[in-house]
């Protein structure tokens, strides 16, 4: 989906998912609900750490990029 759309686009466009589930969370006024939207911002929030590696692995130079890989895998 990164290529397709560019890293950048993704990024943002699950940074607003992820901001519009958290909104629905809050207005939540009963508990299914509330747990509805809670899995559908963990699905927004899940798409954050894969498409944020590729975008900083995209930028990476191939002789950093072991040293680059490593660092991101602490996390």
């Given at each position: ?10 990024f943002?466009?699950t ?61």
């Amino acid at each position: 989906m990164a290529k397709r759309f560019g890293g950048r686009r993704l990024f943002v466009a699950t940074i607003a998912l992820f901001r519009a589930k958290s909104v629905l969370r809050g207005a939540a006024d009963n508990l299914p609900l509330l747990v509805l939207a809670r899995v559908a911002q963990r699905c927004a929030g899940a798409m954050l750490l894969p498409v944020g590696r590729i975008i900083v692995l995209a930028q990476t130079s191939k002789g950093d990029m072991l040293r680059i890989m490593g660092l991101l895998m602490i996390r």
